[in-house]
C-alpha cells in the first residue's frame, strides 16, 4: 500500500535492515528437500534477491545464528513441484514471506506473496518461467523491489 507522501516514502517498518538472508525450502508437496536441487534453487532466489539490493543479500539454512539477528531482513522463500492435477506435467509453485524484528516500529508480518504456481519443465523456457515467478514474489516482499514505489531508503538506518 503507497503512502501519502507518494513514491520513495520511507517504509519504516524495515527501518535498521544492515543485511537480509533467504532461508530457502524446496522439496516435494509437505517434504522439506535438501541435497543439490535444493541448495541449486536457494542459490537462484538469492541471486535474484541481491538484483539492487541496497544491503548484503546472503542464503542461509535453518539454525543459522542470523536468522535471530535484530538488524537482518529474513525472506522464507517456499517452493514446490507437485503434478498437475490434470495429469498433463508437473507443476512449480512458490512464495516468500519477509520476516523483521527491528525497525522503528516492528510489527510481525503475518502474510507475504500471494502463491505462485508455473508449469515446470527442465528447458530453458522453463526456467525462465521459474525466475519470473521467484521475481514476481520477491517484488513483493523486498523493500527495494517494490514496484512504483522506489527504493525503500530506510533500509540502512536512515
Do not use: C, H
Amino acid at each position: 500500500m503507497k503512502s501519502q507522501a507518494g513514491a520513495g516514502a520511507r517504509d519504516i517498518r524495515y527501518r535498521g535492515v544492515k543485511r537480509a538472508v533467504v532461508l530457502a525450502q524446496y522439496g516435494p508437496r509437505g517434504e522439506i528437500a535438501g541435497g543439490e536441487a535444493s541448495q541449486a534453487l536457494g542459490a537462484e532466489i538469492v541471486d535474484l534477491a541481491r538484483v539492487n539490493a541496497p544491503v548484503p543479500v546472503d542464503g542461509v539454512e535453518v539454525g543459522d545464528p542470523s536468522l535471530r539477528d535484530g538488524a537482518t531482513l529474513v525472506v522464507i522463500v517456499q517452493a514446490s513441484v507437485v503434478s498437475d492435477p490434470s495429469g498433463v506435467g508437473r507443476l512449480f509453485a512458490v512464495t516468500a514471506r519477509p520476516l523483521f524484528s527491528g525497525g522503528r516500529e516492528p510489527a510481525p508480518q503475518y502474510f507475504g506473496a500471494a502463491p505462485l504456481v508455473v508449469r515446470f519443465a527442465e528447458t530453458p523456457g522453463g526456467r525462465a518461467d521459474r525466475a519470473r515467478a521467484i521475481n514476481a514474489v520477491l517484488d513483493e516482499v523486498l523493500p527495494w523491489r517494490r514496484r512504483g514505489e522506489g527504493r525503500a531508503a530506510g533500509l540502512t538506518g536512515e
